[in-house]
């Protein structure tokens, strides 16, 4: 790992501590930018004041694996725009994928194994499906705060 990298990544997991949507979306750009690829994220606009993100370091820490292997099984096997949804909807937190995609349908492989292991180990669900070319993907952990945040949509986008 380049020093570059190892910069990033340490600012990156500080942010991840202190804004854990903030520090999300900077993994998604970081990402999706490096693969000149284009992204969108729709954000719940309490969801960083909710307390469905007040959770402990290690929910935090699994969140941030799944997402992460989430975006690389993206950019391994989508294309065209990703849109990706953060949400706190009924007592959950919830991270939502939609992307075209050319994978072809085999069986799961591990980074599938280990994003279902990781929302598993947090007590959520993995709700993923493949239909004419196009993938969507939602992983839903259940958080005591999370019924509390209004369900509204804001959206950015980001083109590279």
């Not at 719940?44 to 099984?73: F, G, I």
């Amino acid at each position: 790992m380049t020093l570059r990298a190892r910069v990033l990544a340490n600012t990156d997991a500080e942010l991840l501590r202190q804004e854990f949507i903030s520090g999300l979306q900077m993994v998604l750009l970081r990402r999706y930018q490096g693969a000149a690829r284009l992204v969108r994220s729709i954000i719940d606009p309490s969801v960083e004041d909710c307390r469905c993100l007040h959770v402990d370091s290690r929910t935090r820490e699994e969140l941030h694996a799944v997402v992460q292997e989430m975006v690389s099984n993206d950019l391994k096997y989508g294309n065209g725009l990703s849109v990706w949804k953060f949400s706190c909807e009924g007592g959950n937190v919830c991270l939502d994928l939609e992307a075209q995609s050319t994978y072809d349908g085999r069986l799961p492989g591990s980074g599938t194994r280990t994003i279902r292991n990781r929302a598993a180990s947090l007590g959520g669900s993995v709700d993923a499906r493949l239909a004419s070319g196009s993938y969507r993907c939602r992983i839903a952990i259940p958080c005591p705060g999370a019924g509390n945040c209004p369900v509204a949509q804001s959206a950015s986008t980001v083109h590279f």
